[in-house]
Each structure stands twice: as structure tokens, then as C-alpha cells.
């Protein structure tokens, strides 16, 4: 099975990264739409635009089902691109569920991009889910500026963190949810803010599962694998990804070295 996945830029690597640890043996298609990043504060009709022609592109590709590895271009454009193509299309959305689940009491806090945080979806998620109000909201759009620099652990990063959190008390969320596909480059320094006792969720292995559920796929449940690129052509040749960077294939040296390195950070953030 062939699978399209495409996001604004290099956040949705972190799904495909997940979908290399849990269905190994597909063939993937990636796209990242680096000319046109960040979508989080950009109009609707650009995003939809966009996210129509990613996956025209991805459909030309042979591409057979989609993810949409973006929250900002799910909560957006996933109904148009579910009326204008005709292959499973799954979307993204804040795993705000799990959370709700898996934590008592405190509160949580979601942190996306300012698109996702003010359409609806996500309202009518919260009023679906959030039933005793324990969800506050934060927009961080440059937290994809840095990660498009691959700025990750740095101090400036880490100012950024407190400022957008100076009037609130870390010490009050049992969980920290990341809606933006972007963010879990930024895992230990948002632990390392909110505490070891914070759970930070993201909404990769539910996606992953999702698109087993719906394509009829059998997962990998271990959890012990590593995928680590010690070599980009191996990381070519063994996974059977093709890498776009804005209908560009990618090949050469640089940018395949830029995504070994990112694909090398998820790992090491994964189990974070
Ligand atoms: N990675 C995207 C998301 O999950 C959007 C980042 C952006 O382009 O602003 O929302």
C-alpha cells in the first residue's frame, strides 16, 4: 500500500517516523510544503488551497490513502479534501481524549498553532470531550519557526516557553497536549518546563493506528524497536520513502542529511 502524508513542513515527520516503528512494510510517500510554511498563520482559503494541491500532487504519485500529518490543515481543509477525492483521507486533530482519559483532576493544556486553536473543530471537540472544563488553550507559532531552523534545545527556544507561559503555574497541568505536529521536536524542553509529573501527549501513535484500523493493516505492537538512520540511502532503500520538499524530490546530499537528523531526533523524543 502506498500512503501520501503531508504537512506545512517537517512536523509531519514525526507520524511517518511512527509509522515506520508501527507499519514497517508500506511504502510512503512524504511531502512537505516547505514553500509554503508556516500554514498555522495563514488565511483558510490559503490553506485549503494548499492542502488541495498537496494532495493532487500525492495522488499523481500513486498514492492510495492519505494522512493529512497537520492539525492546522486538518481543522481547515479535511472536509473539502474528503468531497473533492476519493481515497481514505485521515486528518489530525489535538489528542485531547487521551488526555482527558488518562488524567484526573489537574488541568490540562493544549498548545497548537493560533489556526487550529481559534476554528471550531477544536471547540467542538473541547465540547465533546472537555465535559468538566479542565482544558486551557495556547497558540505557539513559533515553536514551527524554530523547528523549520532546526532550533530545538536551545536558550532562545526555552525563553520563548516561559514567555508564553509566564501567567500560568506549571505545577497545575497533569498533561500537556501537542496539537501541532511541529511541537515534538520540542519534548524535553516542554518537559523540563512543566515538570516530570506533566504527561505529554501527542497524537502520533493514535493516527497511525487510525490508518491501520481503516486500510486493514496489521500493526507492530512492540515497543522495544529503534529507528535510528545511520545512513540516508539505507534510510531510502529500506523503507521505501519517496521525500518531496514542495513537488521537489529530494536527493540531494544535504537535505537527506538534514532529514536523517530529524528523523534521528523523533527517535530520541519518541518515548518522551
Ligand atoms: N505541523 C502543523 C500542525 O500540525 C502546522 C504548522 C504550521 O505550518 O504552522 O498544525
Redesign the pocket.
Known sequence: MKIGIF???I??LSVLHEAYHRLPGQEYIFYADTEH?????KTQEEIIGFAVDNTKFLLEKGAEALVVA???ATSVAIKELRRRFDIPILG?EPAVKPAVEETEDKRIMVI??PV?IREDKLKDLLHRVDEEHRVDLMAM?RL?EFAENEQFDTEEVRGYIRGQFANFDPANYSALVLG???FNYFKPALQEFFGKDTLLVDGNFGTVHHLADVLNLNMNDSQDTEVYFDDYHKMLGSVKTEYYFSKKFVSDEKTLEHLKRLHNRLEEVRKI
Open positions: 504537512d506545512s513542513g512536523g509531519g510554511v508556516p500554514y498555522g498563520t497537520c492539525n492546522t489530525m497548537a498553532t487550529t507559532p514551527v501541532c505536529t511541529h
